[in-house]
């Protein structure tokens, strides 16, 4: 049943979908010194923020003179989420190498999100990926709300595949299943996902991000894995939520992640050790403890930093 090995791919969306829907604003020196630390604990995909109007998700302002001020290190990948052809040459303009572009497969949540149909979104940004892939930009086309959405419960999979296949056909490599609302199931996921394995061409990974709202993240990252995803969104001490999605909690937390892969005899070159101070960090600022479990659980005697990779 357990049948996976190898390395997965953790990226830390800490500094996006961690802190967008924080009132408290970040500063610009307070961002680049949590970078520091999750370069430090080994994570090898770092998504630093959103190129959005800063009207809407004033947390993200930032955006840009981060890209200017980050000393890229051998083997990081910083990337970061545009919604449109605004966002796309904003984030040209700082020299970002690799985004995450993405549409809603939910009626209301593309509403709420972008003032547009799912059909009306889909038409929109396939020229914005093109763009990108033109400038030689690694793009990965996201998929939000496709397992259930906040407002409207299910989502068929049948509109998911759709969006894919027409993401799979722009030139894409990665599309990412995004569980927004935190409101999927195990089996949903392993259906899913097995079955874009099947619709789409072999060269296009799949990744998840994923939301623990009902305490089922963990469970969907395994049935993910058992999908065959290697690649996964997760958060820093479990922070985050979507301003567009009622009661949308927090993504699962990298150290989570992390820690379940080493049980699990998979690689990921994180040391989630690491990660407990500066989610101490964040939990002060913040004035809350924040989900994370293995923040606040001691390592077990047997614990080995992961060797660089």
């Known amino acids: 049943m357990y049948e996976f090995d190898g ?9 996006r979908d ?11 020196e307070e961002k680049l010194g949590f970078l520091d630390r999750l370069e430090k604990a080994g994570v090898r995909r770092i998504q630093l923020g ?39 040459e904003r984030a040209l303009a700082v020299g970002v190498r690799h985004l995450s572009i993405s549409i809603s497969a939910s009626e209301t949540h593309s509403q709420k999100n972008t003032n547009r149909s799912v059909d009306e979104g889909l038409s929109q940004i396939g020229p914005v990926i093109e763009k990108a892939l033109a400038e030689k930009i690694v793009v990965r ?55 874009l394995r099947y619709e789409l061409p072999g060269s296009v ?42 009661k949308a909690t927090g993504n699962v937390s990298t150290e989570d992640l992390a820690f379940a892969c080493q049980e699990m005899g998979l690689e990921t070159g994180i040391d989630w ?12 600022l913040l004035g809350r ?13 047997w614990y080995q930093p992961p060797e660089e990779m």
Not at 141 to 153: T, V
Not at 162 to 181: H, K, M, P, W, Y
Not at 275 to 283: F, G, H, I, N, S
């Open 7 to 15: 390395s997965v791919l953790i990226e830390d969306e800490f500094l």
């Open 205 to 246: 990974a799949l990744s998840l991000h994923l939301h623990d709202t009902r305490g089922l993240g963990l469970a969907n990252f395994v049935a993910g894995l058992q999908a065959g995803v290697r690649i996964f969104d997760a958060a820093m001490g479990g922070l985050g939520g979507c301003p567009f999605v009622p």
């Open 273 to 284: 050790q690491a990660l407990r101070a500066p989610v101490e960090q964040v939990e002060g």
């Open 141 to 195: 086309a996201g998929i939000q709300s496709a397992l259930a959405c906040g407002f409207e419960g299910h989502i068929d999979p049948k509109r998911v595949i759709r969006i894919a296949r027409s993401f799979a056909s722009l030139g894409v490599q990665e599309i990412n299943i995004a569980d927004t609302a935190g409101l999927a199931n195990p089996k949903q996921v392993y259906e899913l996902c097995h079955r």
């Open 50 to 88: 959103s190129f959005v109007h800063p009207k809407w998700v004033p947390q993200m302002a930032n955006t840009d003179e981060l890209f200017e001020r980050i000393e890229p290190k051998d083997g990081v990948t910083y990337t970061a989420l545009v919604m449109n052809d605004a966002g796309l």
């Open 289 to 301: 403890t924040l989900p994370s479990r293995m923040a606040h659980t001691p390592a077990p005697p």
């Open 18 to 28: 961690g802190l967008q829907n924080e009132k408290r604003l970040f500063s610009l």
